[in-house]
């Protein structure tokens, strides 16, 4: 039967839910219900990761609590997506991280900036630590940009594999094919449907707080945070390029693309993520996955500090605190990066893929072969 | 909290569609308004919260609406459902109205989509709600507030204090308060948009009698037709078969009230209904179900114990909509009665009666197809297969009442017309408890809404105008 109790519960909803179908044009969860009448666990781990969170099912549902049928999909759907993410983790002897997440994530990211701050102090002489100062190659006087890209660079591939073979682990579990994902028409409806989260807005009404207010703007705080960490990225990626094939070293002037890229992304990543938290402090409990606030709030946190003492690291760095922002910055980054696969950042690959699954079977429907 | 103490222009008595669209209308003429829901804030809107679509008539396709339904069959349909049995010169003003709600319930912030899977026989006529009718009411009751609409919940009125066709108070008793208790509501006028008896057992018993006592609710617990009884007793004209109601054949497992859509089975067609003497009853393949599935809560009601079973075989069993209980399963039909508590050999005698008269035929279940029986009493005239691929499924079924028909009568201005005709002064009537006037007998999906809706409106400008003068 089923693997854990959440799918227990899962299968049940999805009974009720199917037999209903009021809420078929909420979101992409309900027409791929319609399109089973069973519920293996694959096909509850996939709608659970199609399941966006926006709550709109809830208020909208006239089963639930405290009707007796009981019937809270987000949540539901939270607790089985959570745990499909320890599932799927890459090794799974790692899989245990995501238990008590949010405070995994803290030691790692406390560990990782005192690693870079005693790293600094201990291989350098400590006042040229506090020496301040903004020119080209300032930076790389205190850690060699050799050393940086060797330390990036290798905490970037693990992250890549272990998020590739995680994502390899949930599309076995689906049991979808691989052809799927080299079909354009899925894959482009999927990328216009992630790059708008276009299911996280109730049916075009907004996300859900409570019944009677649709003031929530999680949407537009992802927004920020999601574009916000690309061109973090792309600002990272172009300094590269930079260094390599202009041999232009950092700091860059303020007008410069790298920092312009990343001013933009760090605003958008102390803005997304600040609105994000608040939006889940004030979220209805009811819809909430308690056991997993830590880990929603550590990724929230690691994305928002990244942000900010990127920030930081710019409006300050003719000063003597350059030094010690720069371990910080990269100390944040660094664990932001080591822990992507074992925290919240998964919810983008997984979600990502239902969504190009999802796009397969509409597809399907559309032209009348069925799905699933 | 709303304020019972003060004086309104328009006291609304029930919290449903009728009720609120009355609410809002009546706000937006200019009236302070009062809503009195005897439901907590979950549990608000009565039957409201179970319904997905209404039936207005439209001239064009639009964008969730697959073509247009005008006017004329609007009415044809009425009247092939009623029988005849409806007021015309009202019926066909409602459905006239009709036309202008779509855009008017948009504008309340109710959103529609198009027909839900597994009802696109609806596609043209019906327009359905996003998320359903909860969905309908949470959008109507945040457009209500804002407008400065007063709710208060869990209030129920008690006793109406009305003086030759003129209302004058309400008591209401509010739930929970035990040192608040009563209080009367005073208003210049009143819409009573408060529901159907259908939940009220006893007073089905009047008609019914003690098969009543077997009949599932589909909905709200609330609608005891309390107010229905004051306004009837208190000289308020009467309309509509008390024995009337709107009863479908819903699974017999499902709970005594509000279960709503998801106990419902669309199966009948697909297989035979027994009694619970194991004897077929009535033609199972009449006609296409969107067109039948409304008679068989009645049919049901009519058998002993008030209990049925739809058998059929796994050929059928991924044919329609699937349902809240899974059906009972068996490798043979023996094992099958075994399960379902009927007489073994009466059973076997039944289907293997049934299977000898089948007919050679091609099975279509979209159109009226040719697979009948011959030789046997009642016949199934169309989709009749032999029931012989194990395993066997049956679902036990009950009559389930969704609505009365019995209310109070009203003009076109939505005004309650007293026993002698005389309309009242300030009192009218919207939604179920006055549909009788429109749907004497029959029923077509989503004209429940439309009745709420479009009555609704106009109660509420009416009450309004009646106050405010």
Known sequence: ?372 | MADLTKKYDVLVVGGGNAALCAAISARRAGASVLVLEVASKFYRGGNTRHTRNMRCAHDAATKELTGPYTEEEFFDDLLRVTGGNTDEPLARHMIHESKAMLDWIAEQGVRFQPSLGGTLSLGRTNSFFLGGGRAMLNALYRTAEKLGVEVAYETEVVDLEIEDGMFLSATAARRDLAGYGRVVVYANALVAAAGGFEANIEWLKQYWGAPADNFLVRGTPNNRGTVLKLLLDRGVGEVGDPTQCHAVAIDARAPKFDGGIITRLDCVVFGIVVNKNAERFYDEGEDVWPKRYAIWGRLVAGQPDQIAYIVFDADSLDMFMPSLFPPIRALSICELAGALGLDPGALENTVTGFNAAVRPGTFDHTVLDDCRTEGITPPKTHWARRIETPPFYAYPVRPGITFTYLGTRVNKEARMLMKDGRPSANMFAAGEIMAGNVLGRGYAAGIGMTIGSVFGRIAGREAAANARN
């Not at chain 1, 599932?87 to 405070?103: Q, T």
């Not at chain 1, 870079?116 to 190659?137: C, K, Q």
Request: overall charge neutral.
């Open chain 1, 1 to 372: 039967m089923h693997a854990t109790e959440a799918l227990v519960e899962a299968d049940r909803l999805m009974v009720v839910c199917n037999s209903c179908r009021y809420c078929e044009g909420l979101c992409a969860v309900f027409p791929a219900m319609e399109m089973r009448r069973a519920f293996p666990d694959g096909d509850l781990n996939y709608f659970a990761n199609l399941c966006h969170g926006c709550g709109a099912c809830y208020d909208d549902c006239q089963f639930s609590p405290p009707h007796e049928f009981d019937v809270n999909v987000p949540k539901t759907f939270a607790r089985v997506r959570a745990d499909s993410y320890k599932a799927y983790a890459w090794p799974s002897v790692l899989s245990g991280l995501f238990d008590r997440n949010g405070l995994t994530i803290a030691v790692v990211a406390a560990l990782s900036v005192a690693a870079f701050v005693i790293g600094f102090v201990a291989s350098n002489d400590p006042a040229a630590v506090f020496a301040g100062g903004g020119g080209p190659g300032s930076f790389y006087a205190l850690m060699p940009h050799r050393m940086m890209v060797l330390i990036f660079g290798a905490a970037f591939l693990y992250a890549i594999v272990a998020l590739a073979m995680g994502a390899r682990n949930f599309w076995r579990d689906i049991a979808e094919p691989f052809a799927t994902l080299a079909a354009a028409g899925s894959l482009g409806r999927a990328i216009r449907d992630a790059c708008t989260l276009r299911y996280l807005d109730g049916g075009g009404d907004g996300c859900m707080n409570d019944e009677d207010s649709r003031a929530d703007h999680r949407r537009l705080f992802h927004h920020f945070t999601f574009y916000g960490f690309l061109l973090c990225f792309a600002a990272t990626c172009v300094a590269t390029l930079y260094h390599y094939m202009l041999a232009r070293e950092a700091p860059y002037p303020w007008w410069d693309l790298p920092v312009v890229l990343g001013t933009v992304g760090g605003i958008g990543l102390a803005i997304g993520p600040a609105g994000l938290l608040a939006a889940k402090w004030r979220r209805d409990p009811a819809l909430a996955d308690a056991a997993r606030f830590g880990m929603d709030a550590a990724f929230i946190a690691m994305l928002f500090l990244s942000g900010l003492t990127g920030l930081a690291l710019l409006v300050l760095r003719d000063t003597a605190a350059m030094g010690i922002l720069l371990a910080l910055h990269l100390g944040v980054v660094f664990a932001l990066f080591i822990t992507m696969p074992y925290g919240k950042f998964v919810h983008g690959i997984y979600r990502f893929l239902a969504l190009v699954r999802y796009a397969r079977e509409r597809g399907a429907m559309a032209a009348g072969h069925g799905g699933g």
